[in-house]
């Protein structure tokens, strides 16, 4: 029985590469410092798609996906969607870190120091 791809599904491709030219200055912030194996080896591609969701950040590799929120996604509808997003990517296998976008620019060290954390398990 063949597997249905649920990685960068072609309908939404478009959309991915709009995101990537359209980054967010905390996600263009990150980006520099854990694009090109800079982390460990590990190598992240931004505005990933699993399923029908666009992840700011997957290291295939480790399962890991990396989420930054704006001031958006400080209201309960978001909340709540985040919530149940990141119980689906969870339910699939995948670990989701979240970091608002704040501390990506005031505790940059301490964000790559989990990332680190999670490549390791």
């Excluded at 990685?7 to 590469?17: G, I, S």
């Excluded at 969607?81 to 940059?108: C, H, P, Q, S």
Aim: aromatic content about 10%; overall charge positive.
């Amino acid at each position: 029985m063949k597997k249905t791809p649920i990685h960068n599904l072609k309908q939404l491709r478009e959309y991915r590469t709009e995101l990537r030219k359209n980054m967010t200055p905390a996600e263009a912030f990150l980006w520099k410092h854990i694009k090109a194996r800079k982390i460990h080896g590990y190598r992240f591609t931004r505005q990933h798609s699993i399923g029908n969701y666009i992840v700011d950040f997957y290291c295939a590799k480790a399962c890991l996906i990396i989420e930054l929120d704006g001031e958006v996604h400080n209201n309960p509808q978001a909340e709540e969607y985040d919530f149940i997003r990141t119980k689906a990517l969870n339910k699939k296998g995948y670990t989701v870190l979240r970091f608002e976008n704040k501390i990506v620019f005031e505790n940059l060290d301490a964000v790559l120091q989990e990332i680190k954390e999670h490549l390791k398990e």
